[in-house]
Protein backbone atom coordinates (compact mmCIF):
# COMPACT_ATOMS: atom_id res chain seq x y z
CA UNK A 1 0.00 0.00 0.00
CA UNK A 2 1.51 3.15 -0.89
CA UNK A 3 1.23 6.61 0.79
CA UNK A 4 -1.73 7.49 -0.80
CA UNK A 5 -3.65 4.24 -0.38
CA UNK A 6 -2.85 4.61 2.96
CA UNK A 7 -4.38 8.59 3.75
CA UNK A 8 -7.28 7.28 1.48
CA UNK A 9 -7.75 4.00 4.28
CA UNK A 10 -7.67 7.04 6.83
CA UNK A 11 -10.39 8.70 5.49
CA UNK A 12 -12.27 5.40 5.04
CA UNK A 13 -11.78 4.47 8.73
CA UNK A 14 -12.78 7.89 9.82
CA UNK A 15 -16.20 7.62 7.93
CA UNK A 16 -16.60 4.03 9.62
CA UNK A 17 -16.15 5.85 13.19
CA UNK A 18 -18.86 8.44 11.70
CA UNK A 19 -21.39 5.87 10.88
CA UNK A 20 -21.21 3.76 13.73
CA UNK A 21 -21.66 6.24 16.22
CA UNK A 22 -24.80 7.42 14.07
CA UNK A 23 -22.95 11.01 13.63
CA UNK A 24 -24.23 11.63 9.93
CA UNK A 25 -23.32 10.11 6.35
CA UNK A 26 -20.61 8.09 5.07
CA UNK A 27 -17.86 10.91 4.97
CA UNK A 28 -14.50 10.83 6.26
CA UNK A 29 -11.37 13.40 5.22
CA UNK A 30 -7.59 13.51 6.29
CA UNK A 31 -5.53 15.95 5.68
CA UNK A 32 -1.90 15.66 5.07
CA UNK A 33 1.29 18.39 4.68
CA UNK A 34 4.27 17.11 3.72
CA UNK A 35 3.17 13.50 4.25
CA UNK A 36 2.26 14.27 7.74
CA UNK A 37 -1.47 13.75 8.70
CA UNK A 38 -2.41 17.14 10.20
CA UNK A 39 -6.60 16.51 10.69
CA UNK A 40 -8.56 13.66 10.03
CA UNK A 41 -12.82 13.85 10.47
CA UNK A 42 -15.96 12.86 9.69
CA UNK A 43 -18.81 14.15 8.89
CA UNK A 44 -21.30 15.22 11.94
CA UNK A 45 -24.45 16.86 9.95
CA UNK A 46 -26.60 14.89 12.92
CA UNK A 47 -24.55 14.84 15.91
CA UNK A 48 -24.30 18.47 15.50
CA UNK A 49 -27.38 19.67 13.67
CA UNK A 50 -25.17 21.80 11.61
CA UNK A 51 -26.00 21.08 7.42
CA UNK A 52 -21.96 22.10 7.46
CA UNK A 53 -20.31 19.90 9.27
CA UNK A 54 -18.98 17.57 6.47
CA UNK A 55 -16.44 15.95 6.87
CA UNK A 56 -13.63 18.13 4.46
CA UNK A 57 -15.35 21.60 6.42
CA UNK A 58 -14.42 19.65 9.73
CA UNK A 59 -11.11 18.64 8.87
CA UNK A 60 -10.46 22.07 7.41
CA UNK A 61 -11.52 23.39 10.14
CA UNK A 62 -9.52 21.26 12.57
CA UNK A 63 -6.01 21.87 10.23
CA UNK A 64 -6.86 25.71 10.40
CA UNK A 65 -6.94 25.67 14.03
CA UNK A 66 -3.76 23.15 14.41
CA UNK A 67 -1.80 25.52 11.63
CA UNK A 68 -2.88 28.84 13.00
CA UNK A 69 -4.29 29.91 9.91
CA UNK A 70 -6.89 29.80 6.89
CA UNK A 71 -4.40 29.35 4.83
CA UNK A 72 -3.66 25.93 4.27
CA UNK A 73 -0.91 25.60 0.98
CA UNK A 74 1.12 22.54 0.51
CA UNK A 75 -2.10 20.84 2.20
CA UNK A 76 -3.91 17.54 0.44
CA UNK A 77 -6.43 16.19 1.03
CA UNK A 78 -8.18 12.64 1.33
CA UNK A 79 -11.95 12.17 0.99
CA UNK A 80 -14.57 9.69 0.94
CA UNK A 81 -16.40 11.16 -1.24
CA UNK A 82 -16.44 13.52 -4.17
CA UNK A 83 -16.32 17.00 -2.53
CA UNK A 84 -20.14 18.81 -2.86
CA UNK A 85 -20.01 22.30 -4.07
CA UNK A 86 -19.74 23.64 -0.32
CA UNK A 87 -16.61 21.30 0.44
CA UNK A 88 -14.84 22.09 -2.87
CA UNK A 89 -15.59 26.10 -2.22
CA UNK A 90 -13.84 25.67 1.35
CA UNK A 91 -11.04 23.64 -0.21
CA UNK A 92 -10.52 26.23 -2.41
CA UNK A 93 -10.30 29.23 -0.04
CA UNK A 94 -8.08 27.15 1.95
CA UNK A 95 -5.83 26.82 -0.96
CA UNK A 96 -5.12 23.72 -0.38
CA UNK A 97 -3.43 22.13 -3.80
CA UNK A 98 -5.10 18.79 -4.80
CA UNK A 99 -8.14 16.64 -3.91
CA UNK A 100 -8.28 12.47 -3.42
CA UNK A 101 -11.75 11.14 -3.24
CA UNK A 102 -13.35 7.23 -3.41
CA UNK A 103 -16.51 7.76 -4.46
CA UNK A 104 -17.79 9.90 -7.01
CA UNK A 105 -20.98 11.73 -7.27
CA UNK A 106 -23.32 9.37 -9.04
CA UNK A 107 -22.20 6.92 -6.21
CA UNK A 108 -22.88 9.33 -3.55
CA UNK A 109 -26.45 9.94 -5.45
CA UNK A 110 -27.26 6.01 -5.26
CA UNK A 111 -27.28 6.27 -1.40
CA UNK A 112 -29.69 9.44 -1.47
CA UNK A 113 -27.36 12.72 -1.16
CA UNK A 114 -27.36 15.62 -2.68
CA UNK A 115 -24.51 16.31 -3.98
CA UNK A 116 -24.82 15.88 -7.81
CA UNK A 117 -28.44 17.88 -8.16
CA UNK A 118 -26.46 20.83 -6.18
CA UNK A 119 -23.29 20.97 -8.89
CA UNK A 120 -25.92 21.10 -11.32
CA UNK A 121 -28.52 23.55 -9.24
CA UNK A 122 -29.09 26.25 -11.84
CA UNK A 123 -29.39 29.61 -9.36
CA UNK A 124 -31.41 31.98 -11.43
CA UNK A 125 -34.48 33.21 -9.59
CA UNK A 126 -33.01 31.14 -6.27
CA UNK A 127 -30.95 34.44 -5.30
CA UNK A 128 -32.14 37.41 -6.00
CA UNK A 129 -30.43 41.16 -6.08
CA UNK A 130 -31.45 43.60 -3.16
CA UNK A 131 -30.20 46.97 -2.60
CA UNK A 132 -26.64 46.61 -4.36
CA UNK A 133 -25.98 50.53 -3.94
CA UNK A 134 -26.01 50.37 -0.36
CA UNK A 135 -23.37 47.25 -0.12
CA UNK A 136 -21.27 49.44 -2.88
CA UNK A 137 -21.11 52.15 0.03
CA UNK A 138 -20.03 48.68 1.97
CA UNK A 139 -17.16 47.59 0.13
CA UNK A 140 -16.18 51.54 -0.41
CA UNK A 141 -15.51 51.64 2.97
CA UNK A 142 -13.53 48.55 3.38
CA UNK A 143 -11.55 49.31 0.31
CA UNK A 144 -10.58 52.36 2.37
CA UNK A 145 -8.97 50.29 5.39
CA UNK A 146 -5.23 49.28 5.20
CA UNK A 147 -5.28 46.14 6.91
CA UNK A 148 -8.03 44.12 4.36
CA UNK A 149 -7.32 41.06 3.66
CA UNK A 150 -9.14 39.21 0.84
CA UNK A 151 -9.77 35.65 2.54
CA UNK B 1 -37.89 50.96 4.33
CA UNK B 2 -39.81 47.46 3.77
CA UNK B 3 -39.21 44.24 5.62
CA UNK B 4 -36.80 43.20 2.75
CA UNK B 5 -34.98 46.40 3.21
CA UNK B 6 -34.93 46.06 6.56
CA UNK B 7 -33.07 43.11 7.43
CA UNK B 8 -30.61 43.61 3.81
CA UNK B 9 -29.45 46.72 6.54
CA UNK B 10 -29.23 44.59 9.51
CA UNK B 11 -26.85 42.16 6.83
CA UNK B 12 -25.28 45.70 6.21
CA UNK B 13 -24.73 46.63 9.86
CA UNK B 14 -23.27 42.77 10.71
CA UNK B 15 -20.57 43.40 7.79
CA UNK B 16 -19.74 46.69 8.99
CA UNK B 17 -19.05 45.53 12.35
CA UNK B 18 -17.20 43.13 11.14
CA UNK B 19 -14.62 45.45 9.80
CA UNK B 20 -14.42 47.88 11.85
CA UNK B 21 -13.25 44.66 14.30
CA UNK B 22 -11.38 43.41 11.31
CA UNK B 23 -12.72 40.18 12.15
CA UNK B 24 -12.36 39.48 7.53
CA UNK B 25 -14.19 41.07 4.53
CA UNK B 26 -17.28 42.85 4.30
CA UNK B 27 -20.14 40.09 4.59
CA UNK B 28 -22.89 40.46 7.12
CA UNK B 29 -25.87 37.65 6.77
CA UNK B 30 -29.08 37.59 8.51
CA UNK B 31 -31.44 34.24 8.73
CA UNK B 32 -35.41 34.87 8.95
CA UNK B 33 -38.30 32.73 9.45
CA UNK B 34 -41.75 33.97 9.49
CA UNK B 35 -40.26 37.83 9.43
CA UNK B 36 -38.17 37.18 12.79
CA UNK B 37 -34.28 37.07 12.80
CA UNK B 38 -33.16 33.56 13.99
CA UNK B 39 -29.53 34.17 13.38
CA UNK B 40 -26.71 37.46 11.96
CA UNK B 41 -23.25 36.83 11.74
CA UNK B 42 -20.59 38.33 10.08
CA UNK B 43 -17.32 36.91 8.02
CA UNK B 44 -14.59 35.62 10.86
CA UNK B 45 -12.22 34.33 8.23
CA UNK B 46 -9.20 36.52 10.10
CA UNK B 47 -10.29 36.46 13.86
CA UNK B 48 -10.79 32.80 14.10
CA UNK B 49 -8.24 31.49 11.40
CA UNK B 50 -10.75 29.61 9.48
CA UNK B 51 -11.01 29.96 5.83
CA UNK B 52 -15.36 28.38 6.21
CA UNK B 53 -16.28 31.45 8.38
CA UNK B 54 -17.88 33.56 6.01
CA UNK B 55 -21.00 35.41 7.05
CA UNK B 56 -23.82 32.90 5.65
CA UNK B 57 -21.60 29.77 7.13
CA UNK B 58 -21.34 31.38 10.41
CA UNK B 59 -25.38 32.51 10.51
CA UNK B 60 -26.35 29.10 8.64
CA UNK B 61 -24.36 27.13 11.80
CA UNK B 62 -26.12 29.80 14.50
CA UNK B 63 -29.63 29.10 13.09
CA UNK B 64 -29.16 25.56 13.20
CA UNK B 65 -28.01 25.66 16.68
CA UNK B 66 -30.72 28.16 18.08
CA UNK B 67 -33.88 25.99 16.14
CA UNK B 68 -31.43 22.64 17.05
CA UNK B 69 -32.15 21.23 13.27
CA UNK B 70 -30.13 21.00 10.31
CA UNK B 71 -33.00 21.78 8.25
CA UNK B 72 -33.97 25.42 7.82
CA UNK B 73 -36.76 24.99 5.76
CA UNK B 74 -38.52 27.81 5.87
CA UNK B 75 -36.18 30.19 6.27
CA UNK B 76 -34.65 32.95 4.21
CA UNK B 77 -31.06 34.48 4.16
CA UNK B 78 -30.03 38.22 3.36
CA UNK B 79 -26.22 38.98 2.66
CA UNK B 80 -24.44 41.27 1.29
CA UNK B 81 -22.64 39.76 -0.91
CA UNK B 82 -23.78 37.00 -3.23
CA UNK B 83 -23.25 34.19 -2.25
CA UNK B 84 -19.66 32.03 -3.32
CA UNK B 85 -20.02 28.48 -3.82
CA UNK B 86 -19.25 27.29 -0.61
CA UNK B 87 -21.92 29.19 1.24
CA UNK B 88 -24.59 28.53 -1.88
CA UNK B 89 -23.87 24.95 -1.24
CA UNK B 90 -24.26 25.45 2.72
CA UNK B 91 -27.67 27.15 1.54
CA UNK B 92 -28.85 24.13 -0.28
CA UNK B 93 -27.70 21.70 2.34
CA UNK B 94 -30.12 24.13 5.09
CA UNK B 95 -32.79 23.86 2.82
CA UNK B 96 -32.96 27.68 2.75
CA UNK B 97 -35.62 29.11 0.42
CA UNK B 98 -34.64 31.99 -0.92
CA UNK B 99 -31.48 34.36 -0.89
CA UNK B 100 -30.93 38.28 -1.47
CA UNK B 101 -27.43 39.43 -1.67
CA UNK B 102 -26.54 43.20 -2.52
CA UNK B 103 -23.27 42.86 -4.43
CA UNK B 104 -22.55 40.97 -6.75
CA UNK B 105 -19.47 38.37 -7.94
CA UNK B 106 -18.08 41.20 -10.22
CA UNK B 107 -18.27 43.90 -7.54
CA UNK B 108 -16.70 41.63 -4.77
CA UNK B 109 -13.86 40.53 -7.76
CA UNK B 110 -13.58 44.46 -7.55
CA UNK B 111 -11.90 44.48 -3.88
CA UNK B 112 -10.10 41.57 -4.49
CA UNK B 113 -12.18 38.33 -3.33
CA UNK B 114 -12.17 35.20 -5.45
CA UNK B 115 -16.36 34.39 -5.60
CA UNK B 116 -16.26 34.86 -9.39
CA UNK B 117 -12.65 32.82 -10.08
CA UNK B 118 -14.27 30.04 -7.65
CA UNK B 119 -17.55 29.89 -9.39
CA UNK B 120 -16.13 29.46 -12.86
CA UNK B 121 -13.56 26.99 -11.42
CA UNK B 122 -12.71 24.04 -13.50
CA UNK B 123 -12.37 20.83 -11.14
CA UNK B 124 -10.73 18.24 -13.57
CA UNK B 125 -7.21 17.37 -12.57
CA UNK B 126 -7.69 19.31 -9.31
CA UNK B 127 -9.71 16.69 -8.01
CA UNK B 128 -9.08 12.93 -8.62
CA UNK B 129 -10.46 9.59 -7.92
CA UNK B 130 -8.41 6.87 -6.02
CA UNK B 131 -9.62 3.75 -4.03
CA UNK B 132 -12.91 3.63 -5.49
CA UNK B 133 -13.79 0.25 -4.63
CA UNK B 134 -12.91 0.33 -0.92
CA UNK B 135 -15.28 3.45 -0.59
CA UNK B 136 -18.00 1.83 -2.35
CA UNK B 137 -17.73 -0.75 0.27
CA UNK B 138 -18.56 1.26 3.28
CA UNK B 139 -21.49 2.76 1.35
CA UNK B 140 -22.88 -0.44 1.12
CA UNK B 141 -22.45 0.03 4.61
CA UNK B 142 -23.76 3.18 5.16
CA UNK B 143 -26.73 1.61 2.77
CA UNK B 144 -27.54 -1.08 5.83
CA UNK B 145 -27.98 1.11 8.56
CA UNK B 146 -31.37 1.50 9.59
CA UNK B 147 -31.20 4.80 10.96
CA UNK B 148 -29.41 6.62 8.09
CA UNK B 149 -30.23 10.08 6.85
CA UNK B 150 -28.51 11.69 3.70
CA UNK B 151 -28.03 15.63 4.86
Redesign the interface.
Known amino acids: MDK??YF??VA?KE??KG?TS?H???FGAVIVKDNIIIARAHNC??K??????HGE?NA??KA??KL?????SGCVI?T???????????I????IS???????YN??E?????DKK?SE?D?KD???????D???E??N???N?K?????
Open positions: QNMSIAKILGGPVVNNDPTSMIRSKKTFDLYTGEPCPMCLGALWANKVYYGANDTMIGFRFFSFVVELDRKVLLYEYNIERTSY
